[in-house]
Nanobody
Framework: QVQLVESGGGWVQAGGSLRLSCVAS????????MSWYRQAPGKERELVAA????????NYADSVKGRFTISRDNDKNTVYLQMNSLKPEDTAVYYC?????????WGQGTQVTVSS
């Protein structure tokens, strides 16, 4: 069974940092692009960052470039999102995502709240 389990969310003051983790299981993690999305209250879910399976540059939403860094450890089946210089507008539920052919799998999400 394919599973994605996020952790690392929480409450932080503006300017602070958090590191999210997503542990994957049930599929060959190393061969797929992994992504982080977020959804704020009343807004659509949006792509935050994505990292290819091997090498290649990651891509980021313009709103997080220079502040967030996505990385992966294929030995641990884990993808990370390091979030620095957090802003109140980063407040959202953050989801891990993998697309395998026509199947898209989401994690349960982890809440990030940034206070001003």
């Amino acid at each position: 069974q394919v599973q994605l389990v996020e952790s690392g969310g929480g409450w932080v003051q503006a300017g602070g940092s958090l590191r999210l983790s997503c542990v994957a299981s049930g599929f060959t993690f190393s061969i797929y692009t992994m992504s982080w999305y977020r959804q704020a209250p009343g807004k659509e879910r949006e792509l935050v960052a994505a990292i290819p399976s091997y090498g290649g540059p990651a891509n980021y939403a313009d709103s997080v470039k220079g502040r967030f860094t996505i990385s992966r450890d294929n030995d641990k089946n884990t993808v990370y999102l390091q979030m620095n210089s957090l802003k109140p507008e980063d407040t959202a539920v953050y989801y891990c995502n993998v697309r395998r052919s026509e199947t898209i799998t989401w994690g349960q999400g982890t809440q990030v709240t940034v206070s001003s």
